[in-house]
C-alpha cells in the first residue's frame, strides 16, 4: 500500500476535507478532484516565493503547489474554519509532519476536533523521535503540552528551540548526514549529536528575552507509545473528544496516527483506565532511545531479543 493511501485509509475521499500545511506535496489534491480545502500559515503567493528560494525545492515542483483556502496558523484552526463556516462539516483532516512543530498540540487537537463532523476522523504522519534528528531528545511529557495550553503558548519555547539545537543530531551513512534511518533496520551508531551547546545557548538567552523572531522547531517529540499516552490521558481529562483508532508501528522514520471525533467514554472503569495506563508506560520505558534497534536480527553479530 502507498504511504498515502495508507495515511488516508480511515478517510472518506467523498466528503469535504482539510489537509494542513502540505507545500508542494500535497497528500489528496484538488487537482484531482478531491473536496479538499488547504490550510497554510501562509497564502498561495508567500508559498511560492519561498519555494522559489529554496534550493532544496525543485522548481519544477512549484506547480505542484496549490491554492491555500484557509490562512492560518494550525493551532487556531477551529478559528479559521470558523470564519470560513466550515464547522462540524468536515470529515476529515490530514496533518503529515506538521503537528510536532505546534507550540499548542491540544489548542489544535481542540480546534480539529470541532472542525469535524461527528465520526470524522484526524489523520496524522508523525516522526519516530528514536529515528530522526531528535534521537538523543527526551519524548515530550503531558506536563509539556499542559504548560504550553495555559500559557496559550504561541511560538516555540525558548526550551523546546535549544533542546533541539544542544540535543539535535543527524544520521550519517558513509560519513554524509541524512535526516534519519529506519528503526528496525539500521544501526543507531550512526547518530552523531550536534556540536553546538554554545550556540544552543546564545539562542536560548535571546528567545527568553523577547528579543528573537519567531523560529521554528520541534516542539514535541514522540514514539507511538508515548503519543498513545498523551492522547489518552488528554481524554481522560476531558481535554480532547477523540477516541484512538489505530496507532501504526513505526515505518522508516515515521508512524501514523488515526483519531476519530467521538463522545466522551464513560464506558471504560477506572481500574481498566489505569491497568491500560500501567501497561502502557511499561512499554515506554522499555522502548526508549536505542532498544527498539536491538530487535535487528543478525546485523554486525546481533540477534533477535525480546524486550
Same mark, same amino acid.
Given at each position: 500500500?502507498?504511504?498515502?493511501?495508507?495515511?488516508?485509509?480511515?478517510? /472518506?475521499?467523498?466528503?469535504?476535507?482539510?489537509?494542513?500545511?502540505? !507545500?508542494?506535496?500535497?497528500?489528496?489534491?484538488?487537482?484531482?478532484?478531491?473536496?479538499?480545502?488547504?490550510?497554510?500559515?501562509?497564502?498561495?503567493?508567500?508559498?511560492?516565493?519561498?519555494?522559489?528560494? /529554496?534550493?532544496?525545492? #525543485?522548481?519544477?515542483?512549484?506547480? @505542484?503547489?496549490?491554492?491555500? $483556502?484557509?490562512?492560518?496558523?494550525?493551532?487556531?484552526?477551529?478559528?479559521?474554519?470558523?470564519?470560513?463556516?466550515?464547522?462540524?462539516?468536515?470529515?476529515?483532516?490530514?496533518?503529515?509532519?506538521?503537528?510536532?512543530?505546534? #507550540?499548542?498540540?491540544?489548542?489544535?487537537?481542540?480546534?480539529?476536533?470541532?472542525?469535524?463532523?461527528?465520526?470524522?476522523?484526524?489523520?496524522?504522519?508523525?516522526?519516530?523521535? +528514536?529515528?530522526?534528528?531528535? %534521537?538523543?531528545?527526551?519524548?515530550? +511529557?503531558?506536563? $509539556?503540552?499542559?504548560?504550553?495550553? %495555559?500559557?496559550?503558548?504561541?511560538?516555540?519555547?525558548?526550551?523546546?528551540?535549544?533542546?533541539?539545537?544542544?540535543?539535535?543530531?543527524? =544520521? =550519517?551513512?558513509?560519513?554524509?548526514?541524512?535526516?534519519?534511518?529506519?528503526? !528496525?533496520?539500521?544501526?543507531?551508531?550512526?547518530?552523531?549529536?550536534?556540536?553546538?551547546? @554554545?550556540?544552543?545557548?546564545?539562542? =536560548?538567552?535571546?528567545?527568553?528575552?523577547?528579543?528573537?523572531?519567531?523560529?521554528?522547531? %520541534?516542539?514535541?517529540?514522540?514514539?507511538?507509545?508515548?503519543?498513545?499516552?498523551?492522547?489518552? /490521558?488528554?481524554?481522560?481529562?476531558?481535554?480532547?473528544?477523540?477516541?484512538?483508532? @489505530?496507532?501504526?508501528?513505526?515505518?522508516?522514520?515515521?508512524?501514523?496516527?488515526?483519531?476519530?471525533?467521538?463522545?466522551?467514554?464513560?464506558?471504560?472503569?477506572?481500574?481498566?483506565?489505569?491497568? !491500560?495506563?500501567?501497561?502502557?508506560?511499561?512499554?515506554?520505558?522499555?522502548?526508549?532511545?536505542?532498544?527498539?534497534?536491538?530487535?535487528?536480527?543478525?546485523?554486525?553479530?546481533?540477534?533477535?531479543?525480546?524486550?
Amino acid at each position: 500500500m502507498e504511504r498515502a493511501e495508507f495515511l488516508l485509509k480511515y478517510a /472518506d475521499l467523498t466528503r469535504k476535507g482539510v489537509e494542513i500545511a502540505p !507545500y508542494f506535496n500535497p497528500t489528496v489534491r484538488k487537482s484531482d478532484g478531491f473536496d479538499v480545502f488547504v490550510m497554510d500559515v501562509f497564502d498561495t503567493k508567500t508559498l511560492r516565493e519561498r519555494a522559489l528560494n /529554496d534550493p532544496w525545492i #525543485p522548481n519544477d515542483r512549484i506547480d @505542484e503547489i496549490e491554492e491555500v $483556502d484557509l490562512v492560518g496558523d494550525a493551532s487556531q484552526i477551529f478559528e479559521v474554519v470558523n470564519s470560513a463556516k466550515l464547522e462540524g462539516r468536515i470529515n476529515y483532516i490530514v496533518s503529515s509532519h506538521n503537528l510536532e512543530h505546534l #507550540p499548542n498540540p491540544i489548542l489544535f487537537l481542540q480546534g480539529a476536533c470541532a472542525a469535524l463532523e461527528p465520526g470524522g476522523v484526524l489523520c496524522l504522519a508523525l516522526p519516530d523521535c +528514536r529515528a530522526c534528528f531528535d %534521537h538523543f531528545r527526551m519524548p515530550t +511529557r503531558l506536563v $509539556d503540552w499542559l504548560a504550553a495550553f %495555559h500559557e496559550q503558548r504561541t511560538k516555540p519555547s525558548a526550551e523546546a528551540i535549544f533542546d533541539g539545537v544542544a540535543q539535535g543530531c543527524s =544520521y =550519517y551513512v558513509n560519513e554524509q548526514p541524512t535526516p534519519g534511518c529506519n528503526l !528496525y533496520l539500521d544501526d543507531h551508531s550512526g547518530f552523531r549529536a550536534n556540536q553546538l551547546l @554554545e550556540v544552543a545557548y546564545e539562542k =536560548y538567552k535571546k528567545n527568553k528575552d523577547g528579543s528573537s523572531d519567531y523560529e521554528d522547531a %520541534h516542539c514535541s517529540v514522540f514514539f507511538p507509545e508515548t503519543f498513545e499516552l498523551l492522547i489518552r /490521558d488528554l481524554s481522560k481529562l476531558g481535554l480532547i473528544n477523540f477516541d484512538i483508532l @489505530e496507532i501504526s508501528e513505526t515505518k522508516g522514520l515515521e508512524f501514523f496516527v488515526w483519531l476519530i471525533k467521538s463522545e466522551p467514554n464513560t464506558n471504560i472503569s477506572e481500574e481498566e483506565f489505569y491497568s !491500560y495506563r500501567q501497561d502502557l508506560m511499561v512499554k515506554i520505558s522499555k522502548n526508549l532511545g536505542a532498544a527498539p534497534f536491538l530487535l535487528r536480527q543478525n546485523l554486525d553479530g546481533l540477534t533477535s531479543i525480546e524486550i
